[in-house]
């Protein structure tokens, strides 16, 4: 059932994929002025995204970034070292957010 239901309406994702192919080479996005915290995960081993080249890009790029380097990660390493990225995670939440609790919802804002 998986199997048939990825090839259901591939001409519909296909095309959808080449969008997203061509906005994230033709976008330009101001990373500069992002004011919220921001946690850049990254592999060293990522064959996708060169570790060496981007994780000082984005640093750079984005002034109230943290760096989580996953050593040995790959592209999947949110998956394949999960346990450290979800602590890295939650300390940098703990660290930049409370967590608000009312009557109806409960959402988080930046300390």
């Known amino acids: 059932t998986m199997m048939l239901s990825t090839y259901d309406r ?3 994702r296909i095309a959808g994929t080449e969008n997203d192919i061509h906005i994230t080479r033709t976008a330009s996005y101001a990373l500069e002025e992002m004011r919220v915290p921001v946690l850049v995960v990254h592999g060293t081993e990522d064959p996708l995204a060169n570790y060496a ?3 000082p890009q984005y640093m750079r790029r ?3 970034a943290e760096l989580l380097t996953v050593a040995g ?3 999947v390493a ?3 070292h999960r346990a450290f990225v979800r602590n890295g995670v939650t300390a ?3 660290q930049h957010f409370s967590t608000v609790v009312t009557a109806s919802n409960q ?3 930046l300390k």
Do not use: Y
Request: charged fraction near 15%.
């Open 53 to 55: 080249a981007n994780a």
């Open 62 to 64: 984005l002034p109230n």
């Open 10 to 12: 591939m001409g519909q």
């Open 73 to 75: 990660g790959e592209h």
């Open 107 to 109: 959402r988080l804002v």
């Open 78 to 80: 949110i998956f394949t």
């Open 92 to 94: 940098f939440m703990e």
